[in-house]
């Protein structure tokens, strides 16, 4: 981290580390319980992003999403891969395959956010 270390900052950053796909501000909240409020968890995720420890990922069903960056630093994310969207148990998960865009002359890209939605491998088995 660029900037100070504190407990909460590290508990925040166990959990996302420690979850198998990305989480959302509400499932922190519960995880956490009510040692840490609402506010400051936003606060310590958007430093996160720009710390490039954490990316954000808005899903198709309107909320934000956070997993941990890989190779990233500072501004600069390096995350152009699809995330996942199980539309029965609700998990984001990063998806492992770069994607190589080829944008037109003169556009330069900041952020990608490429969402697919359908079933992952245990709830398929459930239908």
Not at 6 to 31: M, P, Y
Not at 69 to 93: M, N, P, V, W, Y
Not at 103 to 119: C, D, L, R, W
Request: proline fraction near 4%; charged fraction near 25%.
């Amino acid at each position: 981290m660029n900037k100070r270390n504190t407990k909460t900052k590290q508990l925040i950053l166990n959990s996302l580390k420690d979850s198998k796909s990305a989480v959302s501000h509400d499932i922190l909240q519960k995880e956490l319980g009510n040692e840490i409020d609402r506010a400051t968890i936003y606060r310590i995720l958007n430093s996160f992003c720009d710390d490039g420890i954490v990316h954000k990922v808005v899903s198709d069903d309107g909320k934000s999403y956070f997993a941990p960056c890989r190779g990233c630093s500072g501004k600069h994310h390096k995350h152009s891969h699809f995330h996942f969207r199980c539309l029965q148990c609700g998990t984001i998960e990063c998806m492992p395959e770069e994607v190589d865009i080829t944008m037109p002359e003169g556009y330069q890209p900041v952020n990608f956010n490429g969402i697919i939605s359908g079933y992952c491998p245990e709830c398929s088995l459930s239908k």
